[in-house]
Every structure is written in structure tokens, then in C-alpha cells.
């Protein structure tokens, strides 16, 4: 192999070769010398050769080399010094390397260094005290780095550095005082530091900071200097039980993270003062009662995502002044009894979803949709998900008019669905999934003209299809699982003529379809179980 190595780099070089892709060459142990003969590459890719265990002292001579990729070479333990006399490196690849456990101490030479990777090499202790005079770095990944107990005070000296990701670097118990210095730093990365339990007051000086990830129990009261972020993810940290009340101050946020903070009872009412916030994040906060009134301020706001806020008892009454919101997850809100009448104001809402989740109840409470609801002309996806409450839905129903997607799951309590669903014009999906009370589904379903899947499973009530359903000429996916009742199929079936899939489980009763699935000729997918007949 490395007798072919070396012809190969030994005939290339009459062909100036710029770019070299070797990666996943497995039985690739050494690299030859010859590679000095190439030094107008510019790009050498080497990533997941696994066998690869050192480098040649001559890769200095690669005068022209911008890329080095080096990912996955999992036997790696070192480099030679002479890496580090590539003058014109810009991007080095050293991530996954499980043996490295120092990099050379004149790394400071690489003047020309843009990006460096150094993601999970795990063994990773220390970074060199010189990395501070790489001048020219703007991205730095040490995500989980899981050794790394601290960064070198001469970091502060990456004047250019715009990305740092310590994500999983769970040894690192501080940040150095004077990461104020990183003047041009503007994503900040911490996620899974949970030695970290504070940052230092210096922090407040990263005016150029746009996105700020951490798990915390804490957050300083400097942070509402930080006038340029734009995100704040502190997606995860359970002990996190309150925010301060100068969270207001960030005015340009605009994504706003706070999944999986299970200990947060309430929000400060400064949240009101982002004007620009557009993604509001609460995803299982399941200790979040309510939310403050002046929320109805927050007039960017796009998203509101209360998926697991089995806390949650209404929301406020003035939600409907949120004229740019245009998703809501309320799924797994066990004690929401109702939604408020103002929801009707909210002209932007083209998302609702109230369905369950894993292991609650989920929106069992919820007895009725407000009539209101059909002021909402731009809704086009409705997820009622879980609402064993639920008996009808609102005749009100018939003026979203925008409305797509219409999912039914657990409703147990619904036995019909109105004739007036049949306006819908624009409904291209319906999925009613475990809705046992259900016996029928509306006669003028054929007037569901957009209809393109129908999705029937455990309605163990339904007893037969409407003959209409053979008129839905843009049907082209019918799945019908475990509806026990369902003796036949109407004899229209056979004209729908733009059905491709077709999925019947569990339905023992509808064995004679065979009969006549010739008729279907645009049929691609076809799926049969449980039928014992056969």
C-alpha cells in the first residue's frame, strides 16, 4: 500500500494536483515522504482513515495547503511540529482524535488559522498557553473536550474569534475573568457544562455576542448588558428556578429557550418588554402556573411552544394581541380546561396543536372549542391530539377556510364530525386515530375536493364508509388500521382513480376487496395484515 501511495504522489505531480480526498482509506497506515512532491495542494482530506498513525515530518513542505482534515484518525496520538510551519492553513481538522492528548507548542506559528476542530478528543487536558496568538481564528470547537477542565487566560488574545463551542465539556469548571476580550465573539456555546456553575461578571463586556447556549442555575445580573444576542437557549438545567427581572433589557432577542426547566414557576414581567422577540420556548416547564399578562406586548412574537406544561391552567385573556403569532403547541397541558375567547383575534395562526404527549393525560380537561375559533383564517393545521373531553367540534369549524391538516387522536368522546366539514375546502389531510366513539364519517365528505390522505385507526365504532368516498378524486394515500367494525368498503371504491397507497390492518371484514383492487390503477404501495381469510 504504501509502495502505491508513493507512485501515485510520485506521477500526480505533473498534474498539479490542488485537492487530495483519501478519507475512509482504512488499511492507509503511513503517508510517505513523497507527499513533499505535491506543493500546489491546497486541500488534503484524510478523515476516518483509522489506520493512519503518524504524519511525515516533511508536511511542511506543502507551501500551498489551506484545508487539513484529519477527522477520525483514530490513531493519531501526536503530530509532528512541523504541522504548524503551513503558512497558509486556514482550516484544521483534528475532531474525534481519542488519543491526542496535547497539541504542539508552537501552534502559534499557524498565522493564517480561520477554524479549528478539536471536537471530542476526549483525552484533551489543556490547550497550549500560545493558542492566544492565533490572530487570525474565528472558530474554535472543543465540544466535548471532556478533559478540559479550563481555558488559558490568553484566549482573551483571539480578537477575531466569532464561534466557541464548549458543548459536553463537562470538566470545565470556569471560564477565564478577561473572555470580555473576545470583542468579535458572537455564538458562545456552553450546553452541557455541568461543571460550570457560574459565569464571570466579565461576561457583560461580549457586546458583539449573538447567541448564548448554557445550562445554569443561575444567570448573572450583567447579562442585560449583553445589547447584541439575539438567542438565549438555557434549554435543560432543572435547577434553574428563576430568571432575573432585567431579562427585559435584551431587546434584540428574538429566540428566547427555556425547555425542560421543570423548577421555573413564573416569568418576569419585563418579558413583555421584547419587542422583538419572534420564538418563545417553554417546552416542559411543568412548573409554570401562568403566563404574565403583558405577554399580549410581545407583538413579533411568532411561535409559543407550551408542549408539557402540565402546570399550565389557562392562559391570559389578552393572548389575542399576539396579531404575529402563527404557531401554538399547547400538547401535554393536562390541566387546561379551556382556551380564551380572544384566540379569535389571532389572524397570523396557521398552527394549533393541543395532542398529548407520552405519559399524560394531555389536555383531558378540555371539554370544547370556542366558536371563536373560526376567526382564525390563516390556521391550516389543527392538532386535537388527546382531548378524551372533546365531544364536537364547533360549528364554527366551517370558516378556516385555510385549514390543511385536521388531526383527531384519543377523542374518544366525539361520535361525529359535523356535515359542515365538508366547506373545507383547502383540507388536503385527516387523521382520526383512537376515536372509539366515532360511528360515521359526514355523508358530503366527497366535497373535500383537496383531500389527499385519509388516516383511519382504532375507530372501532365505524361500521362502513360513506359511498360518497369514491368521488375524492385527489385522494392518493388510504390507511385503515384496526377499525374492527368495518364489514365492507362501498362499491364506489374502485373510483378513486388517484388512490397510490393503500394500507388495511387489522380489518378482518374487508377480505372481499380483493375482488375488485384491480380497479385501482394508479396504485404504487400496497399493505395487508391481519386479514387470516386470505
Known amino acids: ?260 426547566l421543570s423548577r421555573l414557576a413564573s416569568l418576569p414581567d419585563s418579558i413583555g418588554a421584547l419587542k422583538y422577540l419572534e420564538d418563545l420556548d417553554l417546552n416542559d416547564c411543568s412548573g409554570l402556573a401562568s403566563l404574565p399578562d403583558n405577554i399580549g406586548a410581545l407583538k413579533s412574537l411568532k ?16 393572548i389575542g394581541a399576539l396579531k404575529s403569532l402563527e404557531n401554538v403547541d399547547l400538547s401535554g397541558c393536562s390541566r387546561l380546561a379551556s382556551l380564551p375567547d380572544s384566540i379569535d383575534a389571532l389572524q397570523s395562526l396557521n398552527s394549533l396543536n393541543l395532542r398529548g404527549c407520552s405519559g399524560l393525560t394531555s389536555c383531558s380537561g378540555l371539554t370544547s372549542l370556542p366558536d371563536s375559533i373560526g376567526a382564525l383564517q390563516s390556521l391550516n393545521s389543527l392538532n386535537l391530539g388527546g382531548c378524551s373531553g372533546l365531544a364536537s367540534l364547533p360549528d364554527s369549524i366551517d370558516a378556516l377556510q385555510s385549514l390543511k391538516s385536521l388531526y383527531l387522536s384519543d377523542c374518544s368522546g366525539i361520535a361525529s364530525l359535523p356535515d359542515i366539514i365538508g366547506v373545507l375546502k383547502s383540507l388536503e389531510s385527516v387523521s382520526l386515530i383512537d376515536c372509539s366513539g366515532l360511528a360515521s364519517l359526514p355523508d358530503n365528505i366527497d366535497a373535500l375536493k383537496s383531500l389527499e390522505s385519509l388516516f383511519l385507526s382504532d375507530c372501532s365504532g365505524l361500521a362502513s364508509l360513506p359511498d360518497s368516498i369514491g368521488t375524492l378524486k385527489s385522494l392518493e394515500s388510504l390507511s385503515l388500521y384496526d377499525c374492527s367494525g368495518l364489514a365492507s368498503l362501498p362499491d364506489t371504491f374502485g373510483a378513486l382513480k388517484s388512490l397510490e397507497s393503500l394500507r388495511l390492518y387489522g380489518c378482518p371484514g374487508l377480505a372481499r376487496l380483493l375482488i375488485n383492487i384491480g380497479a385501482l390503477k394508479s396504485l404504487k404501495s400496497l399493505y395487508l395484515s391481519g386479514f387470516s381469510e386470505l
Not at 406544561?309 to 391570559?316: A, D, F, H, V, W
Request: proline share 5%; hydrophobic share 40%; aromatic share 6%.
Open 303 to 318: 411561535k409559543l411552544d407550551l408542549n408539557g406544561c402540565s402546570g399550565l391552567t389557562n392562559l391570559p385573556d389578552n
Open 1 to 260: 500500500m504504501k509502495l502505491f501511495i508513493t507512485f501515485i504522489f510520485s506521477y500526480i505531480n505533473f498534474f498539479y494536483l490542488q485537492p487530495l480526498e483519501l478519507p475512509r482509506f482504512e488499511s492507509f497506515c503511513t503517508f510517505p515522504s513523497s507527499i513533499g512532491y505535491l506543493p500546489q495542494l491546497v486541500r488534503l482530506n484524510l478523515s476516518s482513515c483509522e489506520s493512519l498513525a503518524s504524519l511525515p515530518d516533511n508536511i511542511d513542505e506543502l507551501k500551498s495547503l489551506v484545508e487539513l482534515n484529519l477527522y477520525c484518525c483514530l490513531k493519531l496520538a501526536s503530530f509532528p511540529n512541523s504541522i504548524c510551519k503551513l503558512k497558509c492553513l486556514a482550516k484544521l481538522n483534528l475532531g474525534r482524535h481519542p488519543k491526542l492528548t496535547s497539541l504542539p507548542n508552537n501552534i502559534d506559528e499557524l498565522r493564517s488559522l480561520v477554524k479549528l476542530d478539536l471536537s471530542s478528543c476526549s483525552k484533551l487536558a489543556s490547550l497550549p498557553y500560545n493558542i492566544g496568538e492565533l490572530r487570525s481564528l474565528a472558530e474554535l470547537s472543543l465540544s466535548s473536550c471532556s478533559k478540559l477542565a479550563s481555558l488559558p487566560d490568553s484566549i482573551g488574545g483571539l480578537r477575531s474569534l466569532t464561534m466557541l463551542d464548549l458543548i459536553g465539556c463537562y470538566g470545565l469548571t470556569s471560564l477565564p475573568d478577561n473572555i470580555d476580550a473576545l470583542k468579535s465573539l458572537q455564538w458562545l456555546y456552553l450546553n452541557g457544562c455541568s461543571g460550570l456553575v457560574s459565569l464571570p461578571n466579565s461576561i457583560d463586556g461580549l457586546k458583539s455576542l449573538q447567541s448564548l447556549l448554557l445550562r445554569l442555575t443561575s444567570l448573572p445580573d450583567s447579562i442585560d448588558e449583553l445589547k447584541s444576542l439575539k438567542s438565549l437557549n438555557l434549554n435543560g438545567h432543572s435547577g434553574l428556578a428563576s430568571l432575573p427581572d432585567n431579562i427585559g433589557a435584551l431587546k434584540s432577542l428574538k429566540y428566547l429557550c427555556f425547555s425542560g
